[in-house]
């Protein structure tokens, strides 16, 4: 009986399906981290400043949470940079474990009543850290999954980094609502609360393990190799052979050129980073402290609001591989500037206020984010890629979606929340814009993204070879 060696691609096929799961479970845990700071914020809003004042305690922790959020660029930036020069996995393990530094930090600090303002320094340290590695794991993770996955299959692989969004937030929901019925208010008070960030540090250990066994992307190591070769003055004679130099296969991108698709990709970002942020992370907290749900219940709903929109996300990457990437975010951008209004108005203090428009709202954006982490990718040429993805993503995030949660409180508060309506409709528009400006990108090789011609064809659907378009 003779010995048949494994099929090589049947092998990388799956090495890859272990690398996307591994990438894919940190993802979660730092978003579940991440979350986790939403969903237990009145209670964080009591122990760590001053508690005479609900309102502006819940006000604060908003504020800290956008503060964190200011700091995602930054870390887009740097480790962008580290992953395109060092690699992916690189930045993936290193980000994971500042991230699970700030939630160890905040799962022990001492409360207002221990060392008194101290307590909310603390805390914006601790998101500080948070903000800056969930900046470069963003937009390594968006990399990464981009460049590994099949072209013609790229909508549905990228789906599954805001799959790990959700699934984070889920966890992050789904836990809130068994500490606050099993233990009850005061019992989170005084230490539950603390649970849900200890979990996550300590969970970190697994991923951990997942994540060193990871493949480096094909992509990032072949551009990688070109550079270096082409870097190499022996490499002269052996570029040159054949009808062009090796170096003529890098996209050349002037400065112009790339702070322009920065700039398209930040205003892109707007209306689905701030849909996703009020309809995610803020209108439970309205629901309980505005219109007074029952804590348990509005965490409840909201776990029940995303599992359904968990299902929806890898469906609508689906379908974006056969109908193209423009259709389902232009749908997403004028169904949510016309109907955030009459949903919110529709939130009260019985469990189906929240439940019917939540779903609606995070179920239009996920018509938008499953394909999220494809188009980004597909924007921004390989030997820039993490860079361009890190800052235009985290800079969009920072000042529309981290902003958001604060600014309704801030307008609710003040008794105007149809201004924070219109704001919306705003960013909207600007996602609406910027897309009527990209052209269609559905199946594109990524190796090359800047070569692609203006009447490029897409993909056919199921196809899983890679398309050659350099020119």
């Known amino acids: 009986m003779s010995y ?4 090589t691609a049947v092998v990388a096929s799956a090495s890859k399906k272990k690398s996307m799961i591994a990438a894919t479970a940190g993802n979660i845990l730092e978003w579940y981290e991440w979350s986790a700071y939403a969903v237990f914020a009145p209670f964080i809003a009591q122990v760590v400043f001053e508690p005479s004042s609900t309102a502006a305690g819940i006000l604060a922790t908003f504020g800290v949470f956008a503060v964190s959020f200011l700091f995602r ?9 580290l992953a395109d020069r060092k690699g992916r ?3 993936l393990i290193f980000t994971m ?9 905040i799962g022990i600090m001492p409360t207002y009543h221990a060392v008194g303002v101290w307590s909310a320094v603390i805390l914006l340290a601790a998101r500080v850290i948070q903000g800056f590695a969930h900046g470069g794991e963003s937009a390594t993770s968006t990399t990464y999954v981009a460049e590994i996955a099949p072209s013609a299959r790229r909508g549905l692989w990228s789906s599954v980094v805001h799959i790990a969004i959700v699934g984070g937030s889920v966890l992050a929901y789904g836990l809130g609502a068994v500490i606050t019925t099993t233990f009850g208010d005061q019992a989170v008070l005084d230490w539950a ?6 979990i996550g540090a300590v969970a970190a250990l697994g991923v951990l393990y997942l994540r060193r066994h990871m493949d480096e992307s094909d992509v990032f190591e072949e551009d990688a190799a070109v550079s270096k070769t082409s870097a190499d003055p022996g490499s002269e004679a052996v570029a040159s052979m054949g009808s062009a130099p090796v170096a003529a296969a890098v996209p050349v991108w002037g400065r112009w050129r790339t702070i322009r698709v920065a700039v398209r990709m930040i205003l892109f970002t707007a209306g689905i980073t701030a849909v996703h942020y009020t309809w995610s992370s803020y209108i439970s907290t309205y629901a309980i402290s505005s219109q007074g749900m029952d804590p348990s219940t509005a965490y409840w709903v909201s776990l029940v609001a995303q599992c359904i929109v968990l299902v929806s996300l890898p469906l609508f990457g689906m379908l974006s591989d056969r109908i193209g990437r423009r259709p389902q975010i232009l749908f997403f951008a004028v169904a949510s500037a016309i109907l955030v209004m009459p949903l919110t108005a529709m939130v009260g203090d019985v469990w189906w206020t929240l439940l019917v428009p939540q779903t609606v709202a995070l179920c239009l954006w996920a018509l938008a984010s499953s394909i999220f982490a494809a188009m980004q990718a597909e924007n921004f040429p390989t030997h820039m890629r993490t860079r361009g993805i890190g800052f235009a993503y985290s800079m969009g995030v920072a000042v529309f979606g981290g902003t958001a949660p604060y600014l309704n409180q801030l307008f609710v508060g003040w008794g105007t929340e149809w201004v ?5 409709m705003v960013l909207c528009l600007f996602t ?14 990524l190796r090359d993204v800047d ?5 490029h064809a897409p993909a056919p659907a199921g196809t899983e070879r890679e398309i050659d378009l350099s020119v």
């Open 451 to 455: 070569a692609v011609p203006a009447n």
């Open 420 to 424: 924070f309506h219109v704001y919306i």
């Open 73 to 81: 660029p930054l870390g887009g930036i740097l480790f962008g940079w």
């Open 432 to 445: 609406l814009i910027t897309t009527l400006m990209m052209r269609e990108t559905r199946g594109i090789d």
């Open 97 to 105: 474990l500042m991230m699970s530094a700030g939630s160890l930090i």
């Open 4 to 7: 048949q060696a494994p099929d």
């Open 89 to 91: 996995k690189f930045v």
């Open 193 to 198: 609360w603390r649970v849900p960030f200890l």
